[in-house]
């Protein structure tokens, strides 16, 4: 399992060296975007609207946008320095509660965590504590370059971090709009929504659930794959020197034509001009 991070948790005078896991992932199916008439892939560019042109990763800053069109830029260094500020600091546990004090509202990713090396004995006494006591760890840490609270809990054995949302990340629910204050509902229908509830309750079988979108898009991607239904995108063609060179030279060709001054052509002389020479002659 991929390693992502690497630091030490501390509550006390008990410092543990440990390792992050990513404890879930993302298996949605992703499709991508073709051009109807060719087959190619899209390919987004970043493009800057007012040099218009496309900019290069070494031409980007960061920066925070307090007004409109106002901006605070923040350089690379500046950046770096406090992530690494951050970073050399341990994870303190800093609190311990209950569970089922935390709403799932505030849930955000789930992280593993293993021993790293001469960790295992504190490991396993954090995690026996944890268990006997039934109880979770707030703490603080920093996971790609953001500050986030966390509580550290006991999985099937195993230490994990959930990172949960900071209070005012979460939004105030006297914001959501159209929802009844007081309802008015009948006895005999609560009864009936009770019992069908009743009905439907069992003990939580994660196994038993599935994505049946999922599961049902990649049957017709496999079934449209066996039956040949497939498509070869163009690929750009690529630069031929000796073409690219036969251009220039038409093109340069084409251009002196065009640029060249045309020949004057000699004044022809008029009648009356050529009788008057002749007069002076005799």
């Given at each position: 399992m991929h390693t992502m991070w690497k630091g030490t948790i501390s509550f006390g005078l008990v410092n543990i060296p440990v390792k992050m896991h990513?404890?879930?992932?993302?298996?949605?199916v992703k499709l991508r975007n073709l051009h109807k008439e060719c087959?190619?892939?899209?390919?987004y560019q970043r493009v800057c609207p007012v040099c218009d042109r496309e900019v290069e990763n070494d031409e980007i800053v960061k920066a925070y946008e307090y007004a409109k069109n106002k901006f605070?830029?923040?350089?690379?260094?500046?950046?770096e320095a406090l992530k690494k500020e951050q970073e050399?600091?341990?994870?303190?546990?800093?609190?311990?509660?209950?569970?089922?004090?935390?709403?799932?509202?505030?849930?955000?990713?789930?992280?593993?965590?293993?021993?790293?090396?001469?960790?295992?004995?504190?490991?396993?006494?954090?995690?026996?504590?944890?268990?006997?006591?039934?109880?979770?760890?707030?703490?603080?840490m920093i996971i790609r370059s953001k500050e986030q609270l966390a509580v550290i809990r006991v999985?099937?054995?195993?230490?994990?971090?959930?990172?949960?949302?900071?209070?005012?990340?979460?939004?105030?629910v006297q914001d959501v709009p159209n929802v009844p204050q007081e309802v008015d509902t009948p006895?005999?229908?609560?009864?009936?929504?009770?019992?069908?509830?009743?009905?439907?309750t069992t003990e939580f079988e994660p196994e038993k659930y599935k994505d049946d979108y999922r599961t049902a898009l990649l049957e017709l991607i496999e079934e449209k794959k066996n039956n040949e239904q497939v498509v070869t995108g163009e690929e750009k063609p690529k630069p031929d020197n000796v073409t690219n060179l036969m251009d220039a030279l038409q093109a340069s060709l084409d251009k002196a034509k065009t640029d060249k001054p045309k020949p004057k052509q000699p004044k022809r002389k008029t009648k009356t001009a050529t009788k008057q020479k002749k007069k002076i002659a005799k």
């Open positions: 990513a404890a879930t992932e993302n298996k949605d087959q190619s892939p899209i390919k605070v830029v923040l350089d690379n260094e500046e950046l050399d600091k341990s994870v303190e546990i800093v609190d311990f509660v209950k569970l089922e004090e935390i709403d799932p509202i505030y849930f955000e990713r789930s992280y593993y965590l293993s021993p790293n090396e001469g960790g295992s004995k504190a490991y396993g006494l954090l995690r026996a504590a944890l268990k006997d006591t039934e109880k979770i760890g707030i703490a603080k999985y099937q054995n195993t230490l994990v971090v959930e990172t949960i949302h900071y209070p005012d990340e979460v939004r105030q006895k005999k229908e609560l009864d009936t929504a009770k019992m069908l509830i009743d009905q439907l």
